[in-house]
């Protein structure tokens, strides 16, 4: 079984790699993960977090947004990904977001925290990783308001809550 597991993977990542060239093309197709309650009257009763966030008791904004490599422009890819989520409050209750392409400068756009307004904003990435830098100063500043927070191999945070 695990040789047939192997050459599987093998075969997907090579057709995988024969469509989706480059680092551009491959953000495009990145995941969103939206992950919360079912039940949109769920109220967060307690919480501890080993790093200061935005979430109090009672607050409902405790679901969370994973964006991976994505990016969130202005224009198109901020109206179509408002209309995924707005639907039902999702975007609303979503008050943990992991930011887009590890605070990349070229997947986000002025402003974006502000209208997103979460209440941690987690930055996977590690600032002395190659030349990427990331997160890039502009984009660690707009979500400075916003609980930022930097994970990593070594650094993490973790959050415990009742609801």
Request: charged share 20%.
């Amino acid at each position: 079984m695990p040789a047939t597991r192997g050459k599987t993977l093998a075969k997907l990542k090579a057709l995988y790699e024969s469509v989706i060239r480059g680092s551009v093309d491959r953000n495009l197709i990145s995941l969103f993960v939206y992950s919360g309650p079912v039940d949109p009257a769920a109220t967060l009763k307690w919480l501890g977090s080993s790093q200061p966030v935005g979430l109090f008791g009672g607050n409902i904004r405790f679901a969370q947004m994973y964006t991976g490599d994505g990016s969130i422009g202005a224009g198109k890819q901020l109206l179509d990904f408002e209309s995924r989520y707005r639907p039902y409050s999702r975007l609303d209750r979503a008050g943990i977001l992991q930011v887009m392409h590890h605070g990349a400068e070229g997947n986000w756009h002025a402003g974006l925290a502000s209208l997103l307004n979460p209440a941690a904003s987690i930055f996977s990435s590690d600032p002395k990783h190659k030349s990427y830098g990331h997160p890039h100063a502009a984009v660690l500043r707009d979500f400075w308001p916003f609980y930022p927070v930097q994970v990593d191999k070594k650094a993490g945070l973790h959050m415990v809550g009742i609801f």
